[in-house]
């Protein structure tokens, strides 16, 4: 579509007219709403919806006359006076003025000229667009519209033209973002991978050991081993957390828990490193908490061991208390108060905000004496503000900090909960006598720590090396299930079992594939499941969730996750 406006008509009308100069309205005249015609279905194009007029120069050169309008309203003023020198260019080539200021704001405007059939410019199809709409509309991206709009409307590039180098480097910048979050996605799983890796053999061969009867002088030495793969793991868990939660890539689950259970749980874990500084561990609950409340128990019991544990590692004398109080209640919720209060050495008060922030602590000695990653006050101060709640802090430098939030949280009619929800330690390890199953692993210090537990419970297991050579043992071997690897030469675990799931017959339908990857990161799982798996642990495993995971499928319950 082109913008077909006769000059010499224009100047007709414009002749004709009492005025001499700007043209009024007048829906009785062809020639006025031929013109009006063309403007208005032009400027229906426009994604920014300003309106597109005439505008002709006066005789004297000092002034600008308004014409013909797309809008169906008045024109807001018959002349234009305070205008930038360089519109007496575009009038008579058109093109596009730089942002330029008048009474009415700050504009950037494009002009096509209008001429007779002697080749006089009679007139410029003006169209004026609020620069920083023009801004925001190009930074969310509609440029493309925008551009189309002014190509059908000009003829030309138009006030794209100018602006395009402007919109290019929005892009480019817009573009440098989503790479560099690429490649930070990338970064995070490759590392989570990588040291996860090793990490499944130290703690796999850890519990291999302290179960097969140690001596008394080897204990000692396999539980300071265990405790610090343990801390590490958790230091590349908050990692992950804390990308997740800048991706906004958490999820909450809304299940039946008890919260005093919850509480007592966490004390005997940490209780264990609040012993060995010789401080007191106390819980106090009021005896209004509900029994059974509704929630997410493994977010709330991530804040709380992140809170206590911080309590215990500052403080070297006195104790760390947990206080729950409900400050509201009705038959639906509770608002309960949770306050961490340590006898530690404090935070200084121009303190209380920086501690809040992604890898920060109070002071930078603290990282180098007590350790940590700095992301843990930010990852607790993020998850409680995505379940409604606030933390807060109050300290005394020298004599002790309590960190405290007020969390809503729904009562459960429900008296009992499922034992899935609680810890596994209560759990049976069972045998699988005879089972086959295979093994896919390139690693060979993961293939000997898997193969360990495995036999252990009894389970015959073949190893392949890589996703082909464990695709053609599936042909020959009638396997159980798979435990699959998902970063692999040759063919990896995704590849695998979509050529697994493609064989003829049934079997290899339903055959139990399980992901058995060092990759954390959420994308993983989703991506294992939708090619046909049926399951997803990450390394280092626990042996009693593996263990877990073999009994669901080795017991012909198949459930698909």
């Known amino acids: 579509m082109s913008l077909q406006i006769d000059g010499d008509t224009y100047q007709e009308l414009l002749e004709n007219n009492p005025k001499k100069t700007s043209i009024t ?165 490759t590392m989570s991978h990588e040291i996860r890796t090793p990490m499944n053999a130290v703690i796999g061969l850890t519990n291999i050991l302290l179960r097969d009867e140690p001596r008394e002088d080897q204990i000692e030495n396999l539980n300071t081993l265990k405790f610090s793969a343990d801390v590490l793991l958790a230091l590349i868990n908050d990692i992950l957390d804390y990308s997740k ?60 061991t ?50 809040f922030k992604s890898f ?53 009619q429900e008296k009992t909960v499922q034992k899935e929800s609680l810890s596994y330690s209560n759990q049976e390890i069972r045998q699988f006598p005879g089972v086959k199953i295979l093994l896919v692993e390139d690693n060979k210090i993961n293939v000997m720590v898997a193969k360990k537990f495995l036999q252990k419970w009894g389970l015959l297991v073949d190893v392949a090396e890589n996703g082909q050579i464990a695709v053609d043992k599936i042909q020959q071997t009638d396997y159980k299930l798979v435990l699959m690897d998902l970063n692999m030469p040759v063919l990896d675990g995704y590849g695998a079992t979509k050529a697994i799931r493609k064989l003829k017959g049934s079997k290899y339908q339903s055959l139990p594939i399980i992901a058995l990857s060092a990759s954390a990161i959420a994308n993983y799982k989703n991506a294992a499941i939708e090619v046909g798996m049926n399951g997803f642990i990450t390394k280092p495993f626990k042996p009693l969730e593996l263990n877990q995971h073999l009994s669901r499928f080795l017991t012909k319950e198949l459930d698909v996750v």
Request: proline content about 3%.
């Open 25 to 189: 309205a007048n829906t009785q005249n062809t020639k006025y709403l031929q013109i009006h015609y063309q403007l208005k279905r032009a400027a229906k194009k426009n994604q920014l919806n300003s309106p597109i007029y005439l505008l002709t120069k006066s005789a004297n050169k000092k002034e600008f006359f308004f014409g013909v309008s797309s809008d169906d309203k008045p024109i807001f003023r018959n002349s234009y006076k305070r205008f930038p020198k360089k519109l007496y260019e575009a009038y008579e080539s058109g093109g596009v003025l730089p942002p330029y200021d008048d009474e009415h704001g700050t504009w950037l405007s494009a002009f096509s000229p209008i001429k007779n059939n002697k080749g006089q410019v009679v007139a410029v199809v003006q169209v004026d667009n609020v620069y920083t709409d023009f801004c925001t509309t190009a930074k969310e991206g509609l440029f493309r519209n925008i551009l189309l709009s002014a190509f059908i409307v000009f003829l030309i590039a138009g006030i794209l033209k100018f602006y395009l180098k402007k919109v290019m480097e929005l892009m480019r910048d817009k573009e440098k973002a989503e790479h560099q979050a690429v490649i930070k996605a990338k970064f995070l799983s």
């Open 245 to 304: 939660l800048e991706a906004g890539a958490i999820g909450f689950e809304n299940i039946p828990f008890k919260l005093r259970d919850l509480i007592h749980n966490i004390k005997k874990t940490l209780g264990v490193k609040s012993k060995e500084k010789n401080i007191d561990l106390k819980v106090i609950i009021d005896e209004n908490v509900p029994e059974t409340v509704l929630g997410d128990p493994v977010r709330i019991s991530q804040i709380l």
């Open 306 to 355: 992140n809170l206590i544990g911080n309590a215990i590692k500052f403080t070297h004398e006195g104790y760390v208390a947990i206080k729950l109080k409900v400050l509201e209640t009705d038959e639906e919720h509770a608002l309960i108060h949770f306050a961490i209060k340590d006898t530690g050495i404090g935070i200084p008060k121009e303190k209380f905000d920086s501690i």
């Open 360 to 412: 920060s602590q109070a002071d930078t000695n603290t990282t180098r004496k007590y350790g940590g990653t700095g992301l843990g006050l930010s990852i607790t101060k993020r998850l409680l503000e995505l379940m409604g709640s606030k933390i807060q802090v109050s300290s005394i430098e020298g004599k002790g900090t309590t960190f405290f939030f007020d969390l809503k949280i729904p009562i459960s």
